[in-house]
C-alpha cells in the first residue's frame, strides 16, 4: 500500500507547558496534521501528569497553525551510544568528545561545572539551554534564568516510525531519545552552533548526550548521580561573525521537520 505525506498539508504546533509548585515542570510540542490534533492533545496532558517529578498543577495547551512554506526539513544524526561505569566518567568522555567538536577545554570544563551545581542563578535548572563562546567560555545567552528554548520541531510520522523501528533492538524506543535527537538535530542545524552538551533534569534519567556535526548524537549512560535534579544543555556558538538575532531567531522559531533518520549503532562500553 501507498501511504502518501502530502508536502503541502497545513500542520499544527499542538504545545504544553506545566507547572507545579508555582514552578515550571515540562513543556512538550509535536507539530502534527490536523487529524492528530485530538490524541496528541491527549498524549502531553497524560505526560504531565504523570511526570516523574510529580504530578501537574497547573497547565496550558496551546494549538496554532503552520504555514507549509515556512518548514525546514531535516535529518537526524547516528546515534550513538557509551555505557560508562559512573558518571565523573561519562563527564569526562564528554569533555573529550566536545574538545573532538572543537570547544575549548576551558569552554567544556566550564560548561560540565555549570550544569552540574545548577545553570539557573538560584542553583536548579533553567529552563532552556546557556549559549557558551566555544573558545571563551563565555554565557551569552540574554536570559542566564531561563535560557533559550527550542521550539517548533518534531519529526514525521514516517520519520518516527523509521526511527522505532531502528532503536527498538536496544530498548532504546522511548519518548526521551526520540525528542532529545529532534532538538539536536534542530540545534545542529541552527546557523554558528558547533556542539550541544545535555543532560536531563528527571532524577532517574541520567543518560545524557554531546551531540556535534562531526560526531552525531552520542549517548553516554551516566552524566549525572542518580535522584539529581539538575539538568540542563549548553550550545556552544562561534563567537566570531555570532548573529545572535539570527540564532535566536532559528532556535524558537523556525519550524523543523526531521523527515529522514540515520543510522543506529549498537552500545558499547567506553573505557
Ligand atoms: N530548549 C532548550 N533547552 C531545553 C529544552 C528546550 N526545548 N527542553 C529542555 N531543555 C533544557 C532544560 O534546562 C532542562 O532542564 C534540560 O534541558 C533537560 O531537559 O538519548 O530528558 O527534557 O537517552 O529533562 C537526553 C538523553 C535526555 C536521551 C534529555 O532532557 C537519550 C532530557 P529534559
Ligand atoms: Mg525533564
Redesign the pocket.
Known sequence: MLVFEPMNEVIYSVRMHAERAGAHLCGAERLVAAGRIEETTAALVRRALEHPRGRAEALRLAVDPIDPAAVLRGVLPEVRTFQVPNFSAGRELAARLLHQAGVSPAAGAFALQTLARGAAPDGR?????MLIGALSGRRLEPDGAR?????RMDLSPRAEARLQAALAPYG?DRI??R??LV?AAKVMAAPGVIAEL?????PD?T???VAAPALGYV?ITELKPRDDER???AFFVKEEQLDMAALLAFLEGQVFVADAVSAVHPPREWC
Open positions: 535548572s533553567m529552563r532552556g539551554a535560557g533559550v528554548r527550542v521550539t532504546l526521551q531519545v525528542e532529545a532538538l545535555c543532560w536531563s533534569d528527571d534519567y543518560t545524557g548526550y549517548r539538568g540542563g544543555r
